[in-house]
């Protein structure tokens, strides 16, 4: 339920959360429509077709983790960059509640690492 949730519930009113959200929710559901084809029942008990596809899953999810992790780290250092080359708007700074701006509008946003 509160997967579903998530869609309508954005911090921001930018359409890229909500697009996020729903990659995500995409994602759940196709997962569950596939997942339970690949346990056959002349593979059981080991089901080996099931278990490779799993730690397949987890190996790309990791990487996509650490690339991600990554790219943020590379943004941080490039927005620190211009920083101390005196450009005021990307000093690092707490966003303002009622901003609209995206995190790659945003200068100042930093990732938390």
């Known amino acids: 339920m509160s997967l579903f949730l998530s869609v309508f519930n954005t911090r921001k009113p930018a359409a890229d959360s909500s697009l996020i959200n729903l990659a995500n929710l995409d994602s759940y559901a196709l997962g569950s429509i596939i997942a339970p084809q690949l346990f056959r029942a002349s593979e059981a008990p080991l089901y080996p077709t099931a278990m490779n596809t799993i730690i397949a899953m987890y190996c790309i999810f990791i990487t996509a983790q650490i690339a991600y992790r990554q790219l943020c780290a590379r943004e941080n250092a490039r927005r620190d960059r211009l920083w101390a080359e005196g ?24 990732y938390v690492l």
């Not at 450009?87 to 930093?110: H, M, S, V, Y």
């Open 87 to 110: 450009d005021a708007e990307a000093e690092p700074q707490r966003a303002p509640k009622e901003d609209n701006r995206t995190d790659i509008e945003d200068l100042g946003f930093r």
